[in-house]
């Protein structure tokens, strides 16, 4: 079945640092891909999506590049700042289906 | 994007009790969705309610434990019933908004968190 593995957290990084979370998918055809952040105490929000191989999503500093070849979507920000600690959920949309199916999610933790 | 909201925000419960959650959509949706985010786990659907008809329940989930009503396009109801202290989770709401080309994004509302003693 479809399903979405991210990498292990917790992760802690320092302000500034550059930051890659790792996901990778297993699916058939052509899925959705998204990510979502959960702030300490809030709801989720979509942080960015792709919806075809090669589409880069990008939102408030972070990309993620869909990669057919590797089944990944991994997310990058180039320079973290603290109010980006935050749990970060990889997600995929099965082609031709409505729901989701999330990662595990990574907790981010950015010190000053 | 839709704007969500859910009532209530927090609950803590006795076992064996029911609870009703409200989930409400400020457009019209034909899809809405309730997952469950168990406590540091990552979120499961639980089932997805079309207007109209009845909703349709993933694997491990079943309609007398968590029946939904969707009366209108805008508003929906998860009720947790006879609960125990495994069903404390955060319980969330979500709404399909189509982008056109048979693209769609899914938003969130903003959860109830539930404990069960």
């Known amino acids: 079945g479809d399903s979405v593995t991210q990498m292990e957290g917790p992760v802690t990084l320092s302000e500034e640092a550059f930051l890659t979370i790792n996901c990778t998918y297993t699916?058939?055809?052509?899925?959705?891909l998204f990510w979502y952040v959960q702030y300490p105490g809030e709801g989720l929000q979509l942080l960015l999506k792709?919806?075809?191989?090669?589409d880069k999503g990008s939102n408030k500093g972070f990309e993620a590049t869909y990669r057919k070849e590797t089944t990944s979507f991994h997310l990058e920000k180039g320079s973290v700042q603290v109010s980006d600690s935050a749990v970060y959920f990889c997600?995929?949309?099965?082609?031709?289906?409505?729901?989701?199916?999330f990662g595990q999610g990574t907790r981010l933790t950015i010190n000053p | 994007s839709a704007v969500i909201s859910q009532k209530p925000s927090r609950d803590i419960c006795q076992r064996g009790t029911s609870l009703t959650i409200q989930c409400q959509v400020d457009?019209?949706?034909?899809?809405m969705f309730w997952y469950r985010q168990q406590p540091g786990q990552s979120l499961t659907l639980i089932a997805t309610?079309?207007?109209?008809?009845?909703?349709?329940?993933e694997s491990g989930f079943v309609i007398d434990k968590f029946p939904i009503s969707r009366p209108n396009l805008t508003f929906s109801t998860l009720t947790v019933s006879n609960m125990s202290p495994e069903d404390s989770s955060i319980y969330l709401c979500?709404?399909?908004?189509?982008?056109?080309?048979?693209?769609?994004?899914?938003?969130f509302g903003p959860g109830t968190r539930l404990t069960v003693t």
């Open positions: 997600a995929l949309r099965p082609q031709g289906a409505q729901k989701l199916v």
């Open positions: 457009s019209q949706v034909t899809m």
């Open positions: 309610a079309n207007q109209g008809s009845e909703a349709t329940y």
């Open positions: 699916a058939t055809g052509y899925p959705s």
């Open positions: 979500s709404v399909d908004q189509g982008l056109g080309l048979g693209i769609y994004e899914q938003y």
């Open positions: 792709a919806t075809k191989a090669d």
